[in-house]
């Protein structure tokens, strides 16, 4: 399977419906399907200056409309985008941000649905991660009767010092997609990779899957015993894909 992504203030990967069609016929014809198309993108700012809101939503049910075309069962967007943590400009009132990101949400929920799609959310940004946050916002958004789930990622939660493997544990019901990926959490920053900071200070760095601090064999665990068949979407930080990317499906065969 492959997944698409789109990233909001770029033109669309795919950009009208008869290329979604000619892209799906292709892809069916060597027997590979659309596993979730993604949307990177800001829903409102977080610092609440002026944004066109409705522009980056338009974006996001362009993507809706391309993803029902190409067959995908999943659309997957970010809230606010941004991984690093800076304490200037970061948003201590979740409430208020929440109540203020919702209605936008709400709306690429409904537009998903229309779509026949399952909108989906990952611990991504500094902003709807954490694990009270992003469980809230999720719980929020499931209040509404809203049709959505979890993106399993395997490394975005460390970003706000949330271990993958607990954040497997408390949404495991809810994962309908999985994103792998494997950090190191080096107590010295290495030179020559680049290097993410989480909300604690800890220093972050992509790194093959299996070589990290992440359990992979636990979320692997977790995933099987709900009896996972879907796809696992490969996030590496690859210089060589081609090389690279072979290594981390031996290590995934290998390990489930």
């Known amino acids: 399977a492959v997944e698409f992504i789109d990233i909001f203030g770029r033109p669309s990967f795919v950009p009208d419906i008869e290329t979604a069609k000619r ?19 800001d829903l409102i700012k977080p610092d609440y200056t002026e944004y066109d809101s409705e522009a980056a939503l338009e974006y996001v049910f362009h993507a809706a409309r391309m993803a029902e075309a190409l067959g995908s069962p999943f659309l997957h967007h970010t809230v606010i985008r941004g991984l690093g943590y800076d304490e200037r400009t970061y948003q201590k009132d979740f409430g208020a941000l929440l109540d203020r990101v919702l209605p936008y949400a709400l709306r690429i929920a409904d537009e998903c649905e229309r779509c026949g799609l399952t909108t989906l959310y990952e611990p991504q940004g500094m902003y709807f991660n954490g694990k009270e946050r992003f469980v809230e916002f999720y719980k929020r958004m499931k209040a509404h009767g809203k ?40 107590a010295v920053a290495p030179e020559g990779r680049r290097v993410y900071r989480s ?43 081609i090389e690279q990317m072979k290594k981390d499906i031996e290590f995934i065969k290998s390990n489930i």
């Not at 892209?23 to 993108?41: D, E």
């Not at 790194?207 to 979407?233: H, K, N, T």
């Open 199 to 241: 909300m604690g200070g800890q220093s972050i760095t992509a790194c093959p899957f299996g070589e990290g601090d992440v359990d992979l064999g636990l979320c692997f665990d977790l995933l099987r015993e709900i009896g996972y068949d879907g796809a696992l979407s490969l996030e590496g930080e690859y210089n060589d894909p």
């Open 23 to 41: 892209y799906r016929k292709v892809l069916s014809s060597r027997g590979i399907s659309v596993a979730c198309y993604s949307v990177a993108v």
């Open 147 to 186: 049709r959505v789930g979890v993106c399993g990622d395997m490394g975005n939660s460390l970003f706000c010092d949330w271990r993958p493997e607990n954040f497997y544990a408390t949404m495991i019901d809810e994962i309908k997609h999985v994103h792998v990926k494997d950090y190191q959490l080096p």
